[in-house]
C-alpha cells in the first residue's frame, strides 16, 4: 500500500474544491466533507441524507473502530450540505452510484475520482486517506494543539498523529533544507 499524504497547500484545496464543483456536485460534496470532518472514507460513503439534514453534528459508530463519535457540522460545511440535499430524500445515501437503485458509491470509485483529481492538479501522492489527513494537518496547523487532534483520531500516542499528518517529515525537511557547511 502507498503512503498518502495530507495536501498542505491552502491554494491547491481550493482549487480542487472550484474544479469539483464545476464538474460534479457529488464529488465536491465528497471532497469537502473530507477536509472538514475527519471522517474516513469509509463512514463517509455510508452516510444518508437523514444523518446530516437539520443537524448540528453528524453521530455514528466508526466502522474501523466501532467507536460511537460524534463530529461537529461546520458552517462552511452545513453551507455546501445545504444546496447538495435540498431535493434529496432524507433515505438517499449522499452519494448515490449511478450504478443501482440508492447505493453508494464505492471506496475504489471514491479513490478513482480523487487519484483523477490528483493528477489533475499535481499531486502523487493521494489517496482515499488524503482527505483525513488533510483535515487534521490543518487542524493543527490552526490550532498548534497536537493533544487535540490525536483525541479527533483517536491515536493513543502523539508521535502516532504527528507522523500520520506528515509533522514529522515537515520537520526533518526544514532542517535538513537548511543545512550549510559554510
Not at 456536485?25 to 441524507?49: E, K, Q
Not at 450540505?81 to 448515490?96: H, P, Q, R, T, V
Amino acid at each position: 500500500m502507498n503512503t498518502v499524504e495530507p495536501i498542505r497547500d491552502i491554494n491547491t484545496i481550493n482549487d480542487i474544491m472550484d474544479y469539483l464543483k464545476s464538474v460534479s456536485d457529488r464529488d465536491y460534496v465528497l471532497f469537502s466533507i473530507g477536509i472538514y470532518s475527519g471522517l474516513r472514507i469509509s463512514d463517509i460513503l455510508t452516510l444518508r441524507v437523514r444523518d446530516i439534514r437539520d443537524k448540528q453534528y453528524i453521530y455514528m459508530r466508526e466502522k474501523k473502530t466501532g467507536k460511537e463519535r460524534r463530529f461537529i457540522i461546520c458552517k462552511e460545511l452545513k453551507n455546501i450540505f445545504n444546496g447538495y440535499i435540498k431535493n434529496k430524500k432524507d433515505y438517499e445515501y449522499l452519494f448515490i452510484s449511478r450504478k443501482g437503485l440508492n447505493k453508494h458509491i464505492t471506496r475504489q470509485r471514491a479513490y478513482m475520482i480523487l487519484r483523477d483529481v490528483g493528477k489533475k492538479f499535481g499531486l502523487e501522492s493521494i489517496g482515499t486517506h488524503t482527505l483525513r489527513k488533510t483535515f487534521c494537518y490543518f487542524l493543527y496547523k490552526q490550532t498548534k494543539d497536537i493533544l487535540v487532534v490525536k483525541e479527533v483520531l483517536g491515536h493513543s500516542d502523539v508521535s502516532i498523529t504527528r507522523r500520520y499528518i506528515g509533522l514529522t517529515q515537515d520537520d526533518k525537511d526544514k532542517l535538513m533544507r537548511n543545512l550549510s557547511y559554510k
